[in-house]
């Protein structure tokens, strides 16, 4: 088993449409959870973290935490096509100031207009 | 801040070669990572500082790969000899709170 699992995609979605990307993890330590954006050749780069059970918001932007059942997800309301990436979840055990981030293989997002 | 900084953005090398990677953090940031991306194994960690010492080289493939980091504004990968399945793009990242900032990553192509 991985220690970061996430759909494996791709994921279409239509313009205007939300779009739901899931990961589960299996250390039941991890702090830590962030949700980076991968443009194709590009770097990752940071759009949500969350750290306690719920949700946060941000924007279009809401990133879900459940602990017990080892699960985040995140989700894209009014998808636009400039949301085509690939999306990242990474999970880090530890303190949440230090420790090494483990990242899921991505799900690659289609928005089509 | 220009952010993390990583050179050279392409490197074309000949098997049996050394390559060194090289890579300048966003300052203040105490910890600096090299993760290496492929389409088959994804984004693998290699190594990680925190305040120039290594703390997790367990990412490492071999002996070949060896990593330093010198001061607070610099750090190098370096394989020695490359082989052909070294070639990846190979990101430095640096980490304020948790939260990673990546270079642009180094494409490497060992021929």
């Known amino acids: 088993q991985k220690e970061v699992e996430q759909n494996s995609g791709p994921l279409s979605v239509p313009e205007g449409a939300i779009a739901s990307l899931n990961c589960t993890y299996s250390d039941r330590g991890s702090q830590s959870f962030f949700w980076y954006r991968q443009y194709s050749g590009k770097s990752p780069e940071l759009i949500m973290s969350i750290y306690s059970n719920g949700d946060k918001e941000d924007g279009r932007f809401t990133a879900q935490l459940n602990k017990a059942s080892q699960y985040v997800s995140l989700l894209i309301r009014d998808s636009q096509p400039s949301d085509s990436a690939t999306y990242l979840c990474?999970?880090?055990?530890?303190?949440?100031?230090?420790?090494?981030?483990?990242f899921g293989d991505g799900t690659t997002l289609t928005v089509k207009p | 801040d220009a952010g993390v900084i990583q050179s050279p953005r392409h490197e074309v090398t000949e098997m049996g070669q050394e390559v060194t990677l090289r890579c300048k953090p966003i300052?203040?940031?105490?910890?600096l990572f090299w993760y290496r991306q492929t389409m088959m194994r994804g984004l693998e960690l290699l190594i990680y500082?925190?305040?120039?010492?290594?703390?997790?080289d367990s990412g490492m493939p071999e002996d070949r790969f060896s990593a330093k980091m010198p001061n607070a504004s610099f750090s190098t990968l370096k394989i020695q000899p490359s082989e052909p399945r070294d070639s990846a793009v190979y990101f430095c990242?640096?980490?304020?709170?948790?939260?990673?900032?990546f270079g642009s990553g180094t494409q490497l192509s060992v021929l």
């Open positions: 500082f925190n305040n120039n010492v290594p703390i997790d």
């Open positions: 990242a640096s980490s304020s709170h948790g939260k990673l900032f």
């Open positions: 990474a999970v880090t055990q530890g303190n949440t100031n230090a420790g090494k981030s483990t």
């Open positions: 300052s203040g940031h105490d910890y």
